[in-house]
């Protein structure tokens, strides 16, 4: 995991998207805040993982989460 690199006393949220703009479909972000000191081994490259071990993760990270949230955007909301 990342260490915290700006204030000790706010919080910081991961982020990440997905997608290829406007011309090639929808647009993924997602969102997560987990507990300070927060470990898990496996935590590290989604794409290395098989799609079971994905899912697990995904819903062990929505459990130990303080915070998390997925958007979708189309292309048309785009434009």
């Known amino acids: ?3 915290s690199h700006y204030y000790k006393d706010m ?3 991961g982020c ?3 997608g290829r703009g406007c011309l090639a479909g929808s647009v993924y972000a997602a969102a ?3 507990p300070p000191g927060y ?3 496996e ?3 989604s794409k290395k993982l098989t799609d079971k071990k994905r899912k697990a993760l995904r819903e062990q990270i ?3 989460a303080v915070a998390w949230a997925v958007g979708i955007v189309t292309p048309e ?3």
């Open 16 to 18: 990440d998207e997905a």
């Open 11 to 13: 919080v910081e949220a």
């Open 77 to 79: 909301e785009i434009e």
């Open 32 to 34: 997560v805040i987990l």
């Open 62 to 64: 929505e459990r130990d």
């Open 43 to 45: 935590l590290n490259d």
């Open 1 to 3: 995991m990342l260490e």
């Open 39 to 41: 470990q898990n081994a």
